[in-house]
């Protein structure tokens, strides 16, 4: 937003860099550790064979795949959300074309079976991992030298690390709640844990458009804030509250429909459909709240702000879901629980629409 090409091209090769170079070294270290990774896990003696031979080829995937999602995050940084969703789309349907191939032996090829279906993914990922780095080096000129003096990659890597960190922890605080929430239920019941794994099932698919919207929300906000346009991050936070809202009252109507025949899907056995579609009555209500934390957080990030985001994220476990779903369940049981989550997503959701507010117009003053 405040048209420093020099710098957006300096963090743009040192995240990527940075990021490959972590991920080639937890690559090594699985590399490392799979059989006894594998046997602490519960892994056979029949089994490990095939873990190593799909696992040895499969953890190639992760330096190539982290290089992609960097690079595609500097494509969707400048705007351009359709081209980052052709590649992706592309990828999917190479994996798709190659995984018969090698798998099955087709075409000439080797029958390769699961080492095969690991090695599509990485053809299929490096492949378009080329591809986008061609465009964004050649045609958007986005990259600078990887070579440059220490100061400077110290002082990138700062920057990064400032935002990085913070939205590391802020990540963590979804499954470290899950878990929370589990080991709550466990004491309910094997059903009722089941139950529970069927509804978190379904539930990620329901709120991917509050992903593709917190996507948005970062690089939106930390241009239009570098350039000091505070209407618009104001018309923005307007936007994205309609959004969540009314998209997710209409997405809660439609889970509390629905929510029997999809839960049937996944299980036949009443008891666990029971707890599924609970859940699935109660804390749709405020998917809308939860929508709008994940891109408030993102936009706390875009504007180079990571640490609200963990505060409120932070609160929202510890300081408002806890003590709401100790009560809850000795109130109520499982739906008090259900309902602990609810609230604590439309009290955060309000917390954080003040938060960004505030923000916005300490970036005005």
Not at 14 to 43: H, N
Not at 231 to 248: I, K, M, S, T, W
Request: aromatic share 10%; proline share 4%.
């Amino acid at each position: 937003g405040r048209d420093d090409e020099r710098l957006a091209r300096r963090l743009t090769t040192d995240t990527v860099v940075l990021a490959s170079a972590v991920a080639l070294g937890l690559c090594l270290l699985g590399l490392a550790t799979i059989k006894p990774l594998f046997t602490v896990l519960g892994a056979t003696e029949e089994l490990l064979p095939l873990i190593s031979e799909y696992m040895t080829t499969w953890y190639w995937v992760a330096p190539l795949d982290v290089a992609l999602w960097a690079s595609l995050a500097a494509i969707r940084a400048r705007g351009n959300t359709l081209l980052e969703s052709k590649i992706i789309t592309a990828a999917a349907i190479v994996n798709m074309i190659l995984d018969p191939i090698l798998i099955f032996g087709l075409l000439g090829f080797p029958a390769l079976g699961v080492q095969g279906a690991a090695l599509a993914t990485v053809i299929s990922t490096g492949l378009l991992l080329l591809f986008t780095l061609y465009h964004l080096h050649v045609r958007l000129r986005v990259y600078a030298h990887v070579i440059a003096p220490i100061s400077e990659i110290i002082e990138s890597g700062r920057h990064m690390l400032i935002i990085a960190i913070p939205a590391i922890l802020t990540n963590a605080i979804i499954p470290v709640s899950n878990g929370i929430v589990v080991a709550m239920i466990a004491s309910l019941g094997v059903d009722a844990v089941a139950g529970f794994g069927v509804a978190i099932r379904i539930e990620p698919i329901f709120l991917i458009p509050f992903y593709a919207l917190s996507a948005v929300a970062s690089p939106f906000y930390g241009q239009n804030s570098g350039a000091a346009k505070i209407d618009r991050l104001f018309e923005a936070r307007r936007v994205l509250l309609r959004f969540c809202l009314v998209f997710g009252l209409l997405l809660a109507l439609v889970l509390i429909a629905a929510a029997r025949p999809v839960t049937g899907l996944f299980s036949d056995a009443q008891s666990i459909q029971d707890v599924a579609v609970l859940y699935l009555w109660i804390v749709p209500i405020s998917y809308g709240a939860y929508g709008f934390v994940m891109s408030v957080n993102a936009a706390f990030n875009g504007m180079g702000k990571p640490l609200p985001g963990v505060v409120i994220s932070t609160c929202r476990v510890i300081v408002v879901f806890l003590p709401l779903a100790f009560l809850g369940k000795a109130w109520l049981g499982l739906g008090g629980l259900f309902a602990a989550s609810t609230i604590s997503n439309l009290l955060l959701g309000a917390v954080a629409y003040a938060w960004l507010g505030a923000q916005v117009a300490r970036i005005r003053s």
